[in-house]
């Protein structure tokens, strides 16, 4: 929707700035601008006024809506965000504080006072090809 309005408000910018051009100021006359004598011959006898000020004032009818959308689209929350499946930090994700200190005890084999040993792995034979 806004990609639309904002692509619509741009063609309608550029429209109304060719229509105001186009319009003669005063005491110019469109026709001398495009080298004929006559005077608003283009538009033809009735004269291109009231039709390039019809066409002035629907542009910019629809200049001043569309921008007064995109206004009201820009201020409102926005519900996607590259942030939103983040949450802050879980204090689950945080090591378990202790509530008493304990001292690891070195683990002692079926003897008191020995240190137990570790059994050596048993040797795999390498195959070769």
Do not use: D, R
């Not at 945080?94 to 683990?107: E, N, R, Y």
């Amino acid at each position: 929707m806004i990609i639309f309005l904002t692509i619509l408000h741009v063609i309608v910018s550029i429209f109304m700035i060719a229509v105001v051009l186009l319009q003669s100021g005063k005491g110019a006359e469109m026709g001398a601008s495009f080298g004929s004598g006559g005077s608003q011959s283009v538009f033809g006898a009735g004269g291109g006024a009231t039709f390039l000020s019809k066409m002035t004032t629907g542009a910019a009818i629809i200049f001043m809506l569309t921008s007064l959308t995109l206004s009201y689209l820009s201020g409102l929350p926005s519900s996607s965000s590259i942030m939103s499946g983040k949450g802050k930090p879980a204090a689950a994700a945080k090591a378990p504080i202790q509530t008493s200190p304990s001292v690891p005890q070195p683990v002692q084999g079926p003897v008191q006072g020995k240190p137990a040993t570790v059994p050596a792995a048993p040797a795999v034979p390498v195959q070769s090809k």
